[in-house]
């Protein structure tokens, strides 16, 4: 899936700015990463904020399906929201992405 930061040469967004979350997972003294299905990279469990969802919500869903984790506690990390990082999906979308980062403890469900 390609992507771009601060690239002056990235396409223009043919789609409305998309609200991310990204859960950064400390784990048995490690960070759980997952290994994406599209292009096989490795990236932090993350998701698509929907509407009438909170960012608590999105986060706990978004990790509960991607990992079957539930989450213990979590604390904010960062927003990461510079307009120049354009992401690029298989469909041909092409958005600009506002994420919503806390780093958190999972416990088994």
């Given amino acids: 899936m390609p992507s ?3 690239d002056p040469s ?7 700015r998309k609200v ?4 950064i997972v400390e784990m048995d003294g490690g960070v759980l990463v997952d290994r ?8 932090f469990t993350r998701g698509t904020l929907e509407d009438g969802e909170s960012v608590t919500e999105a986060l706990a869903r978004e ?4 990992t079957g984790l539930a989450v213990e506690r ?4 960062g927003v990461f929201s510079d307009p120049t990082r354009v992401i690029g999906y298989p469909d041909g979308s092409v958005v600009r992405v506002l994420t919503l980062a806390p780093q958190g403890q999972p416990f088994s469900r």
């Fill in 20 to 23: 991310g979350v990204c859960f």
């Fill in 74 to 77: 979590s604390s904010f990390l």
């Fill in 10 to 16: 990235a396409p223009v967004p043919n789609k409305p």
């Fill in 36 to 43: 994406r299905a599209d292009d096989g990279s490795l990236a």
């Fill in 63 to 66: 990790l509960g399906e991607e």
């Fill in 4 to 6: 771009w930061d601060r």
